[in-house]
């Protein structure tokens, strides 16, 4: 773009770049940039269309390459894995896309405008969903959360290993390796071949006096609850490790929260909250914990309370213990914070407001039936088994279609030719359950979508047999 006045970068006209290098005192622009080899510099020009420089222009050509996308809003999707579709109720987006809350990047207490506040009632809502007395600022995604949940463990006790179970999504294990490593080692705990557990006896025999903790998420990404909890903090416990849970805390209405079965640092992710998948993104991470100081102490994000000020009977809201952040601490920080996910934390607040406790059983019932419903459809279908393990699920569940003769791949290319997005095809990296996907129902989903969704898969079944 050398030498072009480009409409969307400031300062790119010629006679202002110039005056620009006058007042700092260099004669070009490549003199910033001494300190770069010249063999890694880039020369010539970057094969870049020319600017549109009518707004009108640019909103036609982006509205043609969006026109190609196919979305939720067209499609019945029934995928999940980290990120599904729920109902977005119009008070959250009215709440978040205020100007106090949407422009309000980090900022202190002068320049707050009600965010601490926010953030702190999403805290409290959040820590009454969960059980717990502590939860923090949302961090990028449950696969941060995760590995923040472990190194927190691992700082507390004083180790450098960890079991994790090996149901957990590909994707977030994969993140979780990258930002442990290489200060803990993570072992994978097997699942139950029938129940898609975790395998209790597994776990006893790896576990030792090098374990931080022992992970497992509860639904699992597989799909099954785990109704060992129990069992797995006792075998955590006994070894001086932590227990980590992994939670959809959508979850939480129906099903007990890892802190009623002895878990010590709970982790997930809010996107199920009110948030818009956003083509994958509107993720936020959450950790919560008992208050105690050893666990406090080494949270690594921004924690709000509320205390009382200066003024008789006026309170106030800001960091706790901000000195162990790295925004205090920077190179000495136990981790390195950077930009929370606080709109969607406030966001998560609106709807847990709006929810509240009866909310939040219904929704689980609602999604717990539909789920059920979706399960005995599917498994009436010839060669498929659904649900793939012998266990109870929430909203997502495993379909084999082994036995059909044809691959996951085969299915969903006929099902998206029926305006229909299929489950996540696991065949690739979990070649062990063979050509299996993982769907996911929630309240979205009607009688009538999942008899649609059946119907397809039964006129595909057939065109194979045929």
């Not at 980090?106 to 506040?117: C, I, L, N, V």
């Not at 007395?133 to 949302?138: A, I, M, W, Y």
Request: proline fraction near 5%; glycine fraction near 10%; charge should be negative.
């Amino acid at each position: 773009m050398r030498g072009k006045v480009h409409p969307y970068l400031p300062n790119s006209v010629p006679d202002v770049k110039r005056s620009m290098c006058e007042t700092i005192g260099i004669s070009d622009v490549d003199e910033l940039y001494e300190d770069i080899p010249q063999e890694l510099r880039f020369r010539g020009d970057m094969n870049l269309p020319d600017p549109l420089p009518a707004e009108p222009d640019l909103r036609r050509h982006v509205n043609s390459i969006l026109s190609k996308n196919c979305t939720c809003e067209e499609n019945i999707s029934f995928l999940g894995g980290g990120c599904a579709r729920h109902y977005v109720p119009a008070i959250c987006d009215e709440i978040n896309q205020r100007s106090e809350f949407l422009t309000a990047y980090a900022g202190e207490p002068y320049a707050d405008h009600g965010r601490f506040q926010a953030l702190f009632e999403y805290q409290s809502l959040m820590a009454e969903l969960l059980d717990v007395d502590v939860v923090n600022v949302p961090t990028y995604d449950w696969a941060q959360a995760a590995a923040t949940s472990l190194r927190m463990a691992a700082r507390i006790t004083g180790r450098e290993e960890v079991l994790v179970s090996d149901a957990v999504s590909p994707d977030r294990r994969w993140v979780m390796e990258n930002y442990c490593t290489p200060q803990l080692a993570i072992v994978p705990v097997a699942h139950c071949s029938c129940t898609g557990m975790m395998d209790l006896d597994d776990l006893a025999s790896k576990i030792s006096a090098k374990t931080a903790a022992v992970y497992f998420e509860n639904p699992s990404y597989l799909g099954p609850v785990e109704t060992e909890g129990d069992g797995i903090a006792e075998i955590a416990h006994k070894a001086g490790a932590l227990s980590v849970v992994g939670v959809d805390p959508v979850s939480l209405g129906v099903i007990a929260p890892p802190s009623h079965y002895g878990c010590d640092i709970v982790c997930g992710d809010i996107q199920g909250l009110g948030i818009h998948m956003h083509f994958g993104g509107g993720l936020a991470g959450f950790v919560g914990t008992r208050d105690e100081e050893r666990f406090v102490m080494e949270y690594p994000s921004r924690l709000f309370g509320i205390a009382r000020t200066c003024v008789e009977g006026e309170w106030g809201f800001g960091d706790v213990a901000y000195s162990r952040t790295s925004f205090a601490q920077r190179e000495e920080g136990k981790e390195f914070v950077g930009t929370h996910s606080a709109l969607w934390g406030i966001t998560a607040g609106v709807y847990l407001a709006l929810m509240g406790p009866r909310g939040m059983q219904d929704l689980g019932r609602t999604i717990m039936q539909r789920s059920q419903y979706a399960m005995e459809r599917l498994s009436e279908l010839p060669g498929v088994t659904a649900p793939k393990f012998d266990a109870p699920h929430f909203k997502e569940f495993v379909v084999d279609f082994t036995r059909t003769g044809l691959t996951v791949e085969e299915m969903n290319k006929f099902l998206l030719g029926r305006g229909i997005f299929g489950g996540h095809d696991l065949s690739r990296c979990f070649p062990e359950l063979g050509q299996s996907a993982l769907y996911c129902i929630t309240e979205m989903h009607s009688k009538d979508e999942i008899d649609v969704l059946a119907d397809a898969l039964c006129e595909c079944i057939s065109r194979e047999a045929k």
